[in-house]
């Protein structure tokens, strides 16, 4: 559910053109992977210690009058028919392709005219690529203007990004479009070393910026900084470094469209 009421936020707050979010007649669910994690504490530290746990993956299907929204889009299809799961903490598995159970509806990938990201895990985003034709609605502003946009809080007077239709605090509606960054600050960061599907190659670093205008933080890959030694990488990212948004030359309307890096000078 909280998913759900997540889509409908972000139909709302993608951009002025989609802005209507009455009309939905249709809603699908969609078996987007699963997986049997042998240690529950990953996710509850110091609590279930050892204990295993299964854990599954939905994708929605809505169907709008503007169209078809698709909201996450799973572990990677490429998974399916295999019979050793995917490597990593999460033994993901898929016993149906994303594409499969599309097509089962009578909906083609180019039918899909938006997709909605919760966030960028790669159990979510696995097969974005499916979809070129779709706007992604969590970076619409960033894929059209290369720059990056929050939304005031009316009551609050508080700048909320990623962008959302309602504030988290007073349950207001947003009201203007704010361009923010593209300077701003580390709150927070990881230096990943193992791999993980739908997501780059390790090593990598990805943090939380809180970006200059804004009143909230937006994760971002972080390029920039020598990730051999993780002591001196750590140093280099340590929460308050000044770093800068950049933009792909072409962009396509997904996370990997902008990147930051350490202020120079």
């Not at 078809?68 to 149906?96: H, N």
Request: proline share 7%; aromatic share 10%.
């Amino acid at each position: 559910m909280f998913r759900l009421g997540l889509a409908a936020l972000l139909l709302t707050a993608a951009s002025p053109a989609v802005a209507d979010t009455s009309g939905v007649d249709r809603l699908y669910v969609l078996d987007c992977g699963a997986a049997h994690a042998p240690d529950q504490s990953r996710w509850s530290p110091g609590v279930n210690v050892g204990q295993p746990i299964d854990i599954v993956d939905n994708c929605y299907l809505i169907h709008h009058k503007q169209g078809y929204l698709l909201w996450d889009t799973g572990v990677p299809d490429d998974l399916f028919g295999k019979e050793q799961p995917a490597s990593g903490l999460i033994p993901w598995r898929r016993s149906k392709t994303l594409a499969s159970q599309l097509a089962a509806l009578g909906v083609q990938p180019a039918d899909i005219k938006f997709v909605g990201i919760s966030h960028t895990h790669g159990d979510y985003v696995g097969n974005v690529e499916l979809f070129p034709g779709a706007t992604v609605l969590t970076y619409v502003q960033l894929r059209d203007h290369a720059k990056l946009y929050g939304k005031r809080d009316a009551k609050s007077g508080r700048v909320l990004v990623p962008p959302r239709a309602f504030s988290d605090q007073t349950l207001e509606p947003t009201t203007d479009w704010v361009e923010v960054g593209p300077g701003g600050k580390i709150e927070t960061f990881t230096i990943t070393y193992e791999e993980f599907n739908g997501l780059p190659p390790p090593t990598y670093a990805f943090g939380y910026i809180q970006l200059d205008g804004a009143d909230t933080a937006i994760g971002g890959f972080i390029r920039g900084v020598d990730l051999a030694d993780p002591t001196a990488a750590a140093q280099k990212l340590k929460i308050g470094t000044r770093v800068v948004a950049r933009f792909a030359e072409t962009r396509i309307g997904d996370v990997l469209d902008f990147w930051f890096e350490p202020e120079r000078g």
